[in-house]
């Protein structure tokens, strides 16, 4: 086991867009094995390396019977269905909100092996893929909740007995609901 620990909220590096993956290497696929092992071992649906203190293009999932990673992934929606579900974050511990998403999209990446994958989800998964992608933006679901929500969350973070009292920043995602990134 590789676990490691998993920054939270008020942490910079979760504000702090990632870099792509340039070498498909053996620190890469280590990488792979500490998001896998720790997103396992805390029961979690997806871990992006921001929330390991790496700022890389990489997450690994594992919901809805889908398991794997991506690396440099982009989503887009398939249509133009959305859900409103609950929503968490382990860098978030303990708290959960309904958030807006695409209902269906088509994750494209790359393995650690450098070889190209595709990735359909819907529900559960199209919301994992779409969080960790946010994930690899600096941008945190609290982003996305409604301006009441958003509030009252933010409330929440700021009484969370493991909040540290670092500087709550609100970021706009460069990947709108519909039409993310190809
Ligand atoms: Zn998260």
Redesign the pocket.
Known sequence: MTVQPIRLFGDPVLRTPAVEVADFDKELHKLVKDLWDTMESQGGA???AP?LGVGLRVFTYHCDGASGHLVNPTWVATDEDTQLGEEG????PGLYWDCVRAKNVVARGWNMHGEPVQLEGSDLLARCLQ??TD?LDGV??VDRLDADTRKAAMKEIRQAEWFDGGTPVIKQSPHPLFGGAV
């Open positions: 997806g871990l992006a929330q974050c382990l860098s978030i969080h960790e994930h945190l679901f």
